[in-house]
């Protein structure tokens, strides 16, 4: 992250004002690249599949500025917006969404498992809790090479009912790993809500269960999110170990393309919107109604070029279908 | 020429790639101060200490999921499944995210990390174990799959595996641990994807893995007295396969016969079978490629039913002697 200069005021005591407004616009991006995805499935225009995150932007957005260039990423299947603020190339983003040559994955990968190893993105995931045992292996890793880099590991509240959530937290909490559990609880395992999937209330509660540092933020608070993420980051590179942070959001948008939304009522979601993330953080910024448009226009052109891009990009080989399976 | 045991050439390999390469380090169940169920990594813990020899909880999956994380980001981790039966616990790490990751990534990322795997019946172990899973493995594209047979493989082997830059499962047999031969002290690597011509003969190719190797040597000394020379070739590596040596072998002695101690239905010996049946020998074949396995059955308790659930070298020297007569 560019170091901030002196004179930027921070808001909420968090997040200097320059790089604060700079967040918002990467939200926006977020949302308009998003939007922009479900209007190319609508016109069927992708091939394959992808996850939504609109609504939870907040949670990419005061998540990754909270860490260092050199830190790691475990994604998930909704994590457009995650790699966005990492840094991700829109046009190459676009271009593995459209399966092209040009893509961050060759398009051998599609949405589902965008990954930049170069920039420390080890991958979004296709499996519910997939990336949890390898955020063991990257923390040991860490350990092992004695750097003072952190691991964020994002997974949704479905993928803490996994077996493999047990095993890894516990491993990471006995050897005390760099690594940010950061749970996005955005209330639905696809269709199950979640007082259905947990009796507890909290899925920070199963942070004592592993001996380690656990507390539940309000995940539509960008502030709220980069607060969490740093101290937990402080800790881990101090050497005290994992954090588990459980961020309150929600998906307005299906879990997926298919999802015709039969588990929950229009009015649920109209009330969510009211905290919408983008709106709030906003308003926070003192950002008026003009800038907001100038902002959405900015972003509307820049998915305009990337949807260009890509479109334009070539298809892969027919003859480089085996290549990548082995080193 | 120095002899030691298949399990200390295993221990040897793996202490001679810490010392040479610090990437390297080992992680799996009671690996540290026990010396691992089957003493493999005893000693190793006293010299390089807790945190390249790492004792884990009993979970498999956050082994395997350890070995991928770190893999992928500048490690060489060697993972210990305590039996290869518990590798069923590890499945979606090594298939769905190991084998997977550099394809699904573009090419773009490496995953230079070995599973080792102790399996096998014959130890009163039962049905959970005693497993041959090998061939599932061979199943998955991103994987290779090696198993060695004698001490002298055991260690170039694995030294080879831990240099490769692709995830490896490396099979050993419970019953070979204690089985002796020659052995360098200095590191050798024997490459993955070779296979070895164990005993020339001309009268029937016999392709055995594992602990059927030395089963088939010991079936050919007995034919020999009969004036029947077995010609024995051990893949050592089963995936990518060294198709071309068993192939040349067929077509000098028209005859085949693959072994292995996996069950038979769904087993490596369809797919050996499937090699020659596609290649130039089949038209040298003079009677139907054979497959002897294990009966398609749970690994028994009983000593007995043990013993009878697998090929035994009675089992290969009358397979061999029917088809070299012609029976079939």
Known sequence: MPKAKKKDQLISGEIEKSKAEDLLYKMVLTRTFEENAEEMFALGKVHGTGHLSIGQEAIAAGAGPALNRDDYLLNTHRGHGHFIVWGGDLNRMMAEFLGKETGYCRGRGGSMHIADVESNNLGAQGIVAGNLPISVGVGLSIKLRKTDQVLLALFGDGAANEGAFHESLNMAGIWNLPVIYLCENNQYAMSLAFSREFRIEQISDRARAYGIKGLTIDGMDVIAVHKAVREAAERARKGNGPTLIEAITYRYKGHSKSDRQLYRTREEVKQWMKKDPIKRFAKLLDVDDKTMKEMEKKAKEKIQEAVAFAEESPEPEISSIMEGIYA | ?328
């Open chain 2, 1 to 328: 020429m120095r002899e030691i045991s298949y399990m200390e050439a295993l221990r040897e390999a793996l202490q001679q790639a810490m010392e040479k390469d610090e990437r390297v380090f080992l992680i799996g169940e009671d690996i540290g101060v026990y010396g691992g169920a089957f003493g493999v990594s005893a000693g190793l813990l006293e010299e390089f200490g807790p945190n390249r020899i790492i004792d884990t909880p009993i979970s498999e999956a956050g082994i395997a999921g350890a070995c991928v994380g770190a893999a992928v980001t500048g490690m060489r981790p060697v993972g210990e499944i305590m039996f290869s039966d518990f590798v069923v616990l590890a499945m979606s790490q090594i298939v769905m995210q190991g084998a997977k990751m550099r394809f699904m990534f573009g090419g773009k990322a490496q995953l230079p990390f070995v599973i080792r795997l102790p399996g096998g019946s014959g130890t009163g172990a039962a049905a959970q174990h005693s497993e041959s899973l090998e061939n599932w493995f061979v199943h998955v594209p991103g994987l290779k799959v090696v198993m060695p047979s004698s001490p002298y493989d055991a260690k170039g082997l694995l030294l080879a595996a831990i240099e490769e830059n692709n995830p490896v499962m490396f099979f050993e047999h419970k019953l070979l641990y204690k089985t002796k031969g020659y052995v360098p002290e200095e590191m050798y690597t024997i490459p993955i994807g070779k296979s070895k011509v164990v005993r020339e003969g001309k009268d029937l190719s016999v392709i055995a893995t594992s602990v059927m190797v030395p089963r088939s040597i010991e079936a050919a000394k007995i034919l020999s007295e009969e004036g029947i020379e077995l010609e024995i070739i051990d893949p050592r590596t089963l995936k990518p396969l060294d198709e071309e040596p068993i192939i040349e072998s067929v077509i000098k002695t028209g005859k085949a016969l693959v072994v292995h101690e996996a069950v038979k239905t769904g087993g490596f010996g369809g797919e050996i079978s499937a090699v020659i049946m596609e290649s130039s020998a089949f038209a040298y074949l003079d009677a139907p490629v054979r497959r002897l396995a294990g009966l398609d059955m749970p690994i028994p308790y009983n000593r007995t039913l043990e013993y009878h659930a697998v090929p035994q070298v009675e089992n290969i020297v009358e397979e061999a002697r029917k088809l070299v007569k012609g029976v079939y």
